[in-house]
């Protein structure tokens, strides 16, 4: 029975980082040799990373990847194990996201991924064109093995049926799939039916890492013919994971390329022994969208994840964060700190006239349970001289005092112009604090509170925020986030008594609104229907599209849901709102 | 011989206001009517407003639009004139860019757009699914008539040539065709030749009006059989333009659906007299875009109309600038004052211990020549208050003074704190001033003089600042911008004797490398072959891929070339620059 060794090379890239990449992935094929493995599998572009976006409409940019490909393709010339690397093939018709085979020094064959999604964050058919034509498969070992991209596995109708009647017992799939909560367990259902109704074994490798607002989690996994999970690697770290695969001696029907003798074909039959099995996907033990609770570890991981490959692919080493007291940013500070360790996380506190003692001490305590620096920079001052300067053109009466909003963002603002200072003096990166639901409802001031270079959880409602300070402390033996910043009620405390609630309803009302509105692309009209109070729709409708104008200029954060602000919901700014719906 | 009048509807509409869409629709209708026109012909997405962007993935917009054209179908019942208007038709097979033939109280017929466009600012494949079939024609006032949505028309084997072959003399052409500079001309050249390739007449009719980032010029017009320009629409401005069509009487081939009596079917000939026509279109006369000077007013007037209608359907009256003296803010304020008039302008002067008495003086000339009021605060004491809250944190001794770029940056945010707290207290909204060679290579501070809800000249080099500036000059009795501003060395004032030519290269040698490198897609290795200085195209490049993150976070504004920053670049943020090339 013919046996194959995969190596399934989970690795971590940096979008136009051509020599890196290529470095590693040559390093990761001299390790899948040492472990003896005959086949090396990489994630989708794996030479450009992915999303490489408008560096595809370069020519030149296209041209250096493929010469980077060569590179990677002649390091094979003394090794067994043959690799499948993803590249950016250039054509006189258009370019392919496309694998190609190496061994032995060359590109033996090159596969066109034919599915280019276009949706949600996807923009592929921007740049690519769809590859079409005959099933390109290979024997290795005595297997044949066929090839995927990514999207290609999703639909019932792809490559697969086509290359497994052709004789592929093994489909190798490279993928940059992005996480969001949830996501992992999608995958495993769709793999587990697409390799039992093809009757093929289905070895799945996900790139790892972070890219800007995109997170890819890994998990990496081979699915046998009747369904079931052979082998998975871990989530949100790179790996490389060896499985031993056995397979039925093929018997030939269809056309492949046989590694160690290139260019000879022949026609094996249909391999035996397939065809019937059915994988019981057993839909009751599936939990639904609607009720599943998030997987709080999951995500947390991939904020973490994030934060960090955001800092150090961009060439920083340290973060500067705004400690309120408040829960939201004591979070993000808390995944700084597990993406980067205390000594590269500095805390500031700014307190005003209108910070409670509570929220110092808060912020306080929180910096010593994470073992961070915490300076202190009172906005007194720069506030008074803002407010004496202002009181000509802003007509306010002698006592140099604004009121009202103007005064509650400018002392915001007044803490951006400060973590933006320090920023520039000492080259640490900015991380904001906002979370998804004042992101939605435009709760946040522009240059204020959301000035930055990345904010961390912009994709996570305030609901949710609660839960994973409660779960993040349950993970240490001492809480690290102080009780009393998680009990008290939120308030941005720009004013005397402020309380979130007292410009927002309740968040346990708004963020299943702002789910339905947002996520799930419902109108004004049909969140009534769904017993929702019309008023309060109105009014929560009417401030998340009015809030266009500040996302724009939000800096980039993790995406962990099925709809995140920024590419993945592209919203005009110029609109008449609310004109449907009441 | 038969004769149809025809009334270009080249109007203003506004994303997502689908009843004051309607209402606009059904006033032209009736124009159109008294103006005895047998056919009026609106632009693509006439009811929605183009582009939607995502509003088209909530299902209950799309069909609250359904509805909105079915009232503006039964508005035709007692009138003479057939319309065709730009909808979203939705189907269980996805949506379609649709237009509408209405006539006699109900929609007559529906053509689906096939040609879908996926590059540049256009995302259409996200969204709709390409029409296919038979060409949809009807017969009106004895002449047969096909139609085309926008990108249809651009490409030689779209539906133009079918609908020719089956007896269509007439083609409507439903757009959405935004503006760039010398698109005009462009749109000229390829409906001659569409048009006297197919022997048909073609009545072109575009949007008008500022969307976000997008300005659509208008600038319908007729094209003969022969390639002739028959009728054309003002740019820029709304307008119904009635042209009377005489064509020879046709002979019947292909099916159509005769209006007055709908759903009577026959089949003429095709029409004689035509087909052999040639036009001339003597390439000699077109200049190419590298010799061609920019259209300066054609590109002002753009920067007008996007200004004005950004302000005006986002809801404000009026609008605030930060006057520094400087050409840039000279030249917006100016376009502000020509967008709204003097009395909804508002300059803020922000003088520092650097700022020079030339630049304070300019500005207070510059208001007076534009009859805008123009009021002084200081920023010292903030600037004084600032540094010595951040004495402390940043080390510095002392003296309570920072330095170097943290100290510019601060001067710079101090200004941007100044112009949002007016921005709050009145409601006006802020103007930013940077021209598109800062914007490229980073030369501005993030919340500085980068802080506001739109960036007028965003998409224009620094050296067609200059010249757009002097002929705005010329345009005048007497120059609005002072000489001295365009005169003076370009300086940011944050420090003493400040120059932008100790930071940069001079403008006449960084703009060219800029449109190689941003317009042009080339890469550094190919600008070195181009001729440019190999340590200058590093460092030029360098500063561009750095500034992405700033980028990101700037406000839109206007496009008028063929790649603007903004959705027409889509670059990663998170990117190993400069690998590729010197």
Not at 274 to 288: A, D, R, S, W, Y
């Amino acid at each position: 029975m013919p046996e194959l060794s995969v190596a399934l090379c989970q690795i971590n890239t940096v979008v136009g980082d051509l020599d890196g990449n290529s470095s590693k992935v040559i390093d990761y094929l001299v390790e899948a040799e040492r472990l003896g493995c005959d086949l090396a599998v990489f994630p989708e572009l794996t030479i450009t990373g992915y999303p490489p976006e408008d560096l595809l409409l370069k020519p030149g940019f296209v041209r250096e990847n493929v010469e980077a490909l060569e590179r990677v393709a002649k390091a094979t010339a003394d090794l067994k194990t043959v690799g499948v690397v993803g590249f950016v093939d250039p054509s006189p018709i258009g370019v392919f996201d496309a694998a190609a085979v190496i061994a032995k020094g060359w590109t033996v064959d090159v596969y066109h991924k034919q599915r280019l999604p276009n949706y949600s964050v996807f923009d592929e058919k921007r740049y690519f064109r769809a590859g079409t034509g005959e099933p390109i498969l290979f024997k290795l070992a005595g297997v044949i093995v066929g090839l995927a991209i990514c999207e290609d596995v999703w639909v019932a109708d792809g490559p697969v049926p086509g290359e497994a009647k052709s004789g592929a017992q093994l489909i190798a799939v490279l993928n940059s799939s992005p996480y969001y909560d949830g996501r992992l367990a999608e995958r495993q259902l769709m793999l587990a039916e697409r390799a039992a109704t093809n009757s093929c074994t289905i070895a799945y490798v996900n790139q790892v890492g972070g890219q800007d607002e995109l997170i890819f989690d890994g998990g990496s996994m081979v699915c046998g013919p009747a369904g079931e999970l052979v082998a998975s690697s871990s989530t949100f770290a790179e790996e490389i994971t060896a499985v031993r695969l056995h397979f039925p001696e093929p018997t030939g029907i269809g056309n492949y390329v046989q590694i160690d003798d290139a260019g000879k074909r022949s026609k094996p039959a249909r391999p035996a022994g397939f065809g019937t099995t059915l994988v019981h996907l057993e839909p009751e033990n599936i939990t639904t969208e609607e009720t599943r609770p998030p997987d709080l570890a999951a995500m947390y991981a991939a904020l973490v994840m994030g934060t960090r490959d955001y800092v150090e692919k961009n060439g920083f080493s340290e973060v500067v964060i705004g400690l309120s007291g408040g829960i939201d940013s004591s979070l993000v500070a808390t995944i700084a700190v597990d993406a980067l360790g205390p000594d590269r996380v500095h805390g500031v506190s700014m307190p005003s006239r209108y910070s409670s003692r509570g929220s110092v001490d808060d912020a306080k305590e929180l910096a010593q349970n994470l073992g961070i620096d915490l300076q202190e920079v009172p906005i007194e001052e720069v506030h008074r001289a803002f407010s004496a300067s202002l009181a000509g053109v802003l007509g306010v009466p002698g006592v140099g005092r604004l009121s009202g909003l103007t005064d509650e963002n400018l002392q915001s603002r007044i803490r951006g112009v400060i973590l933006m200072a320090i920023s520039n003096a000492k080259g640490w990166l900015v991380l904001t604090t906002g979370n998804k639901s004042e992101m939605a409802v435009g709760y946040s001031t522009l240059y204020g509170d959301s000035a930055g270079g990345f904010a961390v959880i912009k994709d996570v409602l305030k609901t949710t925020v609660f839960k994973m300070s409660e779960w993040r402390n349950d993970q240490a033996e001492k809480p690290v986030i102080p009780e009393a910043v998680i009990l008290k009620p939120p308030s941005a405390e720009l004013r005397e008594d402020q309380r979130d609630d007292q410009s927002l309803p309740p968040y346990e009302v708004l963020d299943p609104i702002l789910k339905a509105y947002i996520e799930d692309d419902m109108t004004a009209e049909e969140l009534v229907y769904l017993g929702f109070d019309p008023g309060l729709i109105s009014r929560v409708v009417s401030l998340v599209d009015r809030a266009e104008y500040k996302r724009r200029q939000m800096p980039p954060g993790v995406r962990v849901t099925t709809k995140a602000f920024g590419k993945d919901r592209r919203m005009p700014i110029t609109v008449k709102p609310n004109r449907w719906g009441p």
